[in-house]
């Protein structure tokens, strides 16, 4: 199991699934943030409203004082996008301009708070090298999970949101038992299968809203927004049957496969990321301690 460090670096909230494109493999028009916390992140436009604002339910969230709690919103018509202000206290600028509505064009820049974002076509050349990039920042090149960095970055943010609205939070780290003998008797590009399956399992088991990375070897965690330990412990055991579940054939041999998976959720007195991070490790060890196949959590029964 892989030791934790404190890091608690602080960030806001929206989760956003960067390697996964919209119908067709086009890389759609977007958001680039080139200033505020969340430095570098894309967020995909398309069809539907996007609202940015302070509000829990804003579809891209800036916790400032300064940002109104629905801001602006960006909508899409037949010749493109255009902003519109909300009747914020502090406005929405444009190209360092206040704007009441604006048609967005490729390379405007958008200031709200102290963010500022840029608006990219599809069909700039730049969107699409910056598609690519942030693939590669941000996503696992096996399971094209996110990888532990970006994790690290959406839990950080997820972790402020529960704070300042006193919403649940959970979190699972599923450890795959005994994955060295698969990778010792079968090879590694077999355990390499294996994972990959898992990856898909999770991914189909979780909501949209919930954060699924890679974040070791064989160690995975889905982060669980609006869920209680309860709630969180409940869905650890579905996802352990259903992987449980799960048949591979290795140089022509039937196999399973089982994990253990440990259960935490924020609660006063965690001041950071790594706090809820020890807090699943350590029922992590517990399962592992326990024989192995299990979910613990601290609502779990005594060994």
């Given at each position: 199991?892989?030791q ?6 602080t960030?806001q ?7 996964r ?5 086009e ?38 004082r ?5 801001h602006?919103r ?11 202000d ?14 009441i509505e ?6 405007d820049?958008?200031?709200?708070g102290s ?5 990219m ?13 942030y693939?590669?920042?941000?996503a ?19 972790i ?6 006193k ?5 699972l ?15 590694h590009?077999?355990g ?9 399992c ?7 809203e ?18 209680d ?18 048949e ?8 399973k496969i089982?994990?253990?998976?440990g ?10 990321t ?7 490790d350590e ?20 060994d």
């Amino acid at each position: 199991m892989t030791q934790r460090s404190n890091d608690a670096s602080t960030t806001q909230r929206k989760t956003m699934h960067p390697h996964r494109r919209v119908g067709g493999g086009e890389v759609p028009a977007c958001l680039v943030v080139l200033q505020g916390q969340r430095l570098g992140q894309r967020i995909n436009l398309g069809d539907e409203p996007l609202i940015i604002g302070r509000a829990p339910e804003a579809d891209f969230q800036i916790i400032e004082r300064s940002v109104s709690r629905a801001h602006c919103r960006i909508t899409r018509e037949p010749a493109g996008y255009r902003i519109k202000d909300l009747d914020s206290t502090n406005k929405t600028f444009l190209n360092d301009q206040p704007i009441i509505e604006a048609e967005l064009k490729d390379g405007d820049h958008l200031g709200i708070g102290s963010y500022v974002l840029k608006f990219m076509d599809r069909s700039s050349v730049e969107a699409r090298y910056h598609e690519e990039l942030y693939q590669l920042a941000t996503a696992d090149p096996l399971t094209d999970l996110y990888n532990r960095r970006q994790f690290l970055e959406l839990i950080d943010r997820e972790i402020v949101r529960a704070a300042n609205y006193k919403r649940p939070l959970s979190l699972l780290i599923i450890d795959l038992d005994h994955f060295k003998l698969i990778n010792d008797e079968f090879g590694h590009p077999n355990g390499d299968l294996v994972l990959k399956r898992v990856a898909l399992c999770l991914r189909g088991h979780s909501r949209e809203e919930s954060i699924v990375a890679r974040i070791g070897g064989e160690e995975f965690a889905v982060v669980l927004p609006e869920h209680d330990l309860a709630q969180a412990e409940e869905f650890a055991e579905s996802l352990r049957r259903a992987l449980s579940e799960l048949e591979f054939t290795l140089n022509d041999t039937a196999k399973k496969i089982t994990v253990s998976i440990g259960a935490a959720n924020w609660k006063p007195g965690m001041t950071s990321t790594g706090d809820l991070m020890q807090a699943a490790d350590e029922q992590l060890y517990r399962a592992k301690q326990g024989g192995r196949n299990l979910v613990r959590s601290t609502l779990s029964a005594a060994d």
